[in-house]
T-cell receptor, first 115, second 114 residues
Framework: DTAVSQTPKYLVTQMGNDKSIKCEQN?????MYWYKQDSKKFLKIMFS???????INETVPNRFSPKSPDKAHLNLHINSLELGDSAVYFC??????????????FGPGTRLTVT | AQSVTQLDSHVSVSEGTPVLLRCNYSSSYSPSLFWYVQHPNKGLQLLLK??????LVKGINGFEAEFKKSETSFHLTKPSAHMSDAAEYFCVVSGRTGRRALTFGSGTRLQVQP
């Protein structure tokens, strides 16, 4: 009955490879997000989808491409991996309703290590 | 634009003593504020959220936070620290409707000494 799940939990790969991280939520939320946490624990938004439509696209290299096949899934594909991509990537979900305070629910994170 | 400043990168307390983690925010509109906790090698868990219904917000595990608009602060407190409270704590402000990205503070590592 996991609310927000990510696979894989750990990902070790070499520079230049292409990899994907998958995220699924069973909370019925209409909005999903990807955040990156660097080695200093700083978290920053990368992308957000609302009902399969991209609504937030921060300044990230175009090697990163999110894909949302439906509103319960948001995958992150990374091309030509670089050492600097090593980080923990968190998926989150929420409702995108107006006039209310809505919290985001986070997945367990995917630790990506590029060697 | 919005931002969050956590005034202490590291706080150390003894078990059973009070905890104070400080947070100041900047927002051009009425903010939505949260505290999240991250235990080592774990995901992020919501501790509490400010809804504007009450300035004193109670969260899980005995934590609470007080919203002070005049001071633009949202400090997190707990009367008595427990060893299991040792973790990284993030003060967070939410974007406006239609752009719900969270802006995180830099985090405060809470260490609890026996």
């Amino acid at each position: 009955d996991t609310a927000v799940s990510q696979t894989p939990k750990y990902l070790v790969t070499q520079m230049g490879n292409d990899k994907s991280i998958k995220c699924e939520q069973n909370l019925g939320h209409d909005t999903m997000y990807w955040y990156k946490q660097d080695s200093k624990k700083f978290l920053k938004i990368m992308f957000s989808y609302n009902n399969k439509e991209l609504i937030i696209n921060e300044t990230v290299p175009n090697r990163f491409s999110p894909k949302s096949p439906d509103k319960a899934h948001l995958n992150l594909h990374i091309n030509s991996l670089e050492l600097g991509d090593s980080a923990v990537y968190f998926c989150a979900s929420s409702f995108l309703s107006s006039g209310t305070v809505v919290e985001q629910y986070f997945g367990p994170g995917t630790r990506l290590t590029v060697t | 634009a919005q931002s969050v400043t956590q005034l202490d990168s590291h706080v150390s307390v003894s078990e059973g003593t009070p905890v104070l983690l400080r947070c100041n925010y900047s927002s051009s509109y009425s903010p939505s504020l949260f505290w999240y906790v991250q235990h080592p090698n774990k995901g992020l868990q919501l501790l509490l959220k400010y809804t504007s219904a009450a300035t004193l917000v109670k969260g899980i595990n005995g934590f609470e936070a007080e919203f002070k608009k005049s001071e633009t602060s949202f400090h997190l407190t707990k009367p008595s620290a427990h060893m299991s409270d040792a973790a990284e704590y993030f003060c967070v402000v939410s974007g406006r409707t239609g752009r719900r990205a969270l802006t995180f503070g830099s985090g405060t590592r809470l260490q609890v000494q026996p």
